[in-house]
């Protein structure tokens, strides 16, 4: 196992350099780049229909002093400056060779240098740290509740398959599958934050404002004061899938004939579907784990963190997006794909635990 892990841990250097090559040099020739955006605010105009969204985001870039009154004196004007469209190639990095631009930031990513950002002026790698302890919060929390209510509801279902109580939980989950996450966050806000009902969990952030002042205790009751809502919102959305899949793998494992052998035996319900049936059940929701922790952490979050005002990855990544911001959209690129092929190798490892009979060395020999 100690090799397989170290081989899959080698594979993930060229797989990282694979993705990151890919998608930089898409970005790249893509038009409508920070060149493109800036010529055209400086001439008055706005190429970006994103930047009619009112509201969560706000795309308007942070210019320093001598920006701003570069802004200020072309602004509606019906052409720029070579000279100042030069500078502003010169300022984002384009006044050099694409080829150039690419081996640079290999170089700069080997040395964990993801570069700064172009409208916040702050280091991408000091963005990311400051933004991923939420996006983990929500990721972790949410995953350990959907696995600890889908799994025994899975089972629960398969066992009392066709019963009244298989049907008044299938109602139940289709109701909140149905249901965007987004949707029923905004359904709690109005319950239980101050909406229309009652006042009882607060509307924005993961902490208080006077977090620092409190006691060990108090700290830990405010973080999931805060986590209580959106927390929540994730896991409705997101438990209706797996306990389907627990109940679809369990049917499908009870219907074998090593189950009835088993039954045959003797063996009481439990030691059957404990002893013989999990681990061969839970194979397919563990290879499902890295994906569904992935897809919270970076792409269902997105709208929970701007409903509830959480400072996260995916909403960081969907500003970068917006404000065609490169070096975070490298810099959280190359995070997630990192963090991705990581949880796929936890994947891997946690096959073993469920099923010892798995031997990834000897299937590979």
């Not at 996006?135 to 889908?150: A, E, N, Q």
């Amino acid at each position: 196992m100690l090799r397989y892990i170290a081989r899959r841990l080698l594979l993930i250097l060229p797989t990282l350099l694979g993705i990151v090559t890919i998608n930089f040099f898409i970005v790249q020739l893509a038009p409508g780049g920070p060149v493109d955006q800036m010529i055209a605010r400086l001439a008055g105009q706005d190429i970006a229909a994103t930047a009619r969204i009112a509201g969560a985001v706000d795309t308007t870039p942070q210019f320093s002093n001598a920006d701003q009154a570069m802004r200020t004196q072309y602004a509606g004007a019906q052409g720029l400056d070579p000279e100042l469209i030069a500078a502003i190639e010169k300022q984002f990095g384009f006044d050099k060779p694409i080829h150039e631009r690419y081996f640079k930031m290999l170089g700069d990513y080997a040395r964990l240098d993801f570069g700064t950002s172009y409208y916040q002026d702050r280091p991408v790698l000091e963005l990311i740290a400051e933004r991923l302890p939420v996006s983990l919060s929500l990721g972790f929390w949410s995953m350990l509740l959907i696995y600890t209510v889908s799994i025994p509801l899975g089972i629960a279902k398969a066992v009392r398959e066709g019963t009244r109580f298989d049907a008044w939980t299938s109602g139940v989950i289709f109701v909140g599958y149905a249901m965007p996450s987004f949707l029923f966050a905004v359904f709690l806000i109005v319950l239980f934050a101050g909406g229309s009902y009652v006042d009882w969990f607060p509307l924005k952030g993961l902490v208080s404002s006077n977090f620092d002042d409190l006691s060990w205790a108090g700290k830990i009751a405010d973080y999931f004061w805060h986590l209580a809502l959106p927390v929540t919102a994730l896991t409705i959305g997101g438990f209706a899938t797996l306990t389907m899949l627990t109940k679809n793998s369990f049917l499908e494992e009870i219907s074998k004939q090593f189950v009835l052998t088993a039954r045959a035996k003797g063996l009481n319900q439990r030691r059957v579907l404990y002893g013989h049936v999990f681990r061969n059940a839970m194979l397919i929701v563990v290879a499902g784990f890295p994906a569904a922790l992935v897809g919270i952490l970076f792409t269902s979050a997105l709208l929970i963190e701007v409903i509830f005002s959480l400072d996260g990855l995916g909403l960081l990544g969907f500003e970068a997006i917006l404000k065609r911001d490169y070096p975070i959209m490298f810099g959280a690129l190359f995070c997630f794909t990192f963090l991705g092929l990581a949880l796929t190798l936890v994947g891997d490892i946690a096959y073993t635990f469920v099923d010892p009979r798995i031997d990834f060395e000897a299937r590979e020999g």
